[in-house]
T-cell receptor, first 114, second 114 residues
Framework: AQSVTQLGSHVSVSEGALVLLRCNYSSSVPPYLFWYVQYPNQGLQLLLKYTSAATLVKGINGFEAEFKKSETSFHLTKPSAHMSDAAEYFCAVTSGGATNKLIFGTGTLLAVQP | GAVVSQHPSWVICKSGTSVKIECRSLDFQATTMFWYRQFPKQSLMLMATSNEGSKATYEQGVEKDKFLINHASLTLSTLTVTSAHPEDSSFYIC??????????FGQGTRLTVV
């Protein structure tokens, strides 16, 4: 069985500050891990993905995440927050393949203060 | 990245009527698509797995007769909410899986039953 835990349902940062959104996973098989972003009344957009290659993954909009097996973590970071980063962020895990379900975390709402 | 188109973006219907939502993969074939429901400020709840040419697989607690899923081709899955009631009002999102398990999402459909 697989699961994802996102610590912090709300995170608030100042514009220009570091963004850190936490995600821990549980998986009995090697996981594939993803971060998605959702803007109000829209679908989810893929930010980045880990699929057993490099442990430091770079995504769109300046985001990156590091897969740490020893900590079962896949935290999302961005060095400098922008107002346009304000959105809901979801971490997700799957065991891979085109027919396997994605298991989502509960989401973290990121607010960026001017 | 791959594109998934969902239509309509929003719909208002009267209680007791049925509503059909379409999900299309525009530039790739998807043997499997997924339908999610999202309540305000919550994560995505998987409703069912839509399999091309066969019956959908529903998650526990999801009424098969209320949420009819058809996946008649490799690029189209439909969700029909039958005899809709106000409690069915929600944001419905579809996704299609890529080759390594990453999900490409539609824009979502805001359903309001009055």
């Amino acid at each position: 069985a697989q699961s994802v835990t996102q610590l912090g349902s709300h995170v608030s940062v100042s514009e220009g500050a570091l963004v850190l959104l936490r995600c821990n996973y549980s998986s009995s098989v090697p996981p594939y891990l993803f971060w998605y972003v959702q803007y109000p009344n829209q679908g989810l957009q893929l930010l980045l993905k880990y699929t057993s290659a490099a442990t430091l993954v770079k995504g769109i909009n300046g985001f990156e995440a590091e897969f740490k097996k020893s900590e079962t973590s896949f935290h999302l970071t961005k060095p400098s927050a922008h107002m346009s980063d304000a959105a809901e962020y979801f971490c997700a895990v799957t065991s891979g393949g085109a027919t396997n379900k994605l298991i989502f975390g509960t989401g973290t709402l990121l607010a960026v203060q001017p | 990245g791959a594109v998934v188109s969902q239509h309509p973006s929003w719909v208002i219907c009267k209680s007791g009527t049925s509503v059909k939502i379409e999900c299309r993969s525009l530039d790739f074939q998807a043997t499997t698509m997924f339908w999610y429901r999202q309540f305000p400020k919550q994560s995505l709840m998987l409703m069912a797995t839509s399999n091309e040419g066969s019956k959908a697989t529903y998650e526990q607690g999801v009424e098969k007769d209320k949420f009819l899923i058809n996946h008649a081709s490799l690029t189209l899955s439909t969700l029909t909410v039958t005899s809709a009631h106000p409690e069915d009002s929600s944001f419905y999102i579809c996704s299609a899986m890529g080759q390594i398990g990453e999900a490409f999402f539609g824009q979502g459909t805001r359903l309001t039953v009055v």
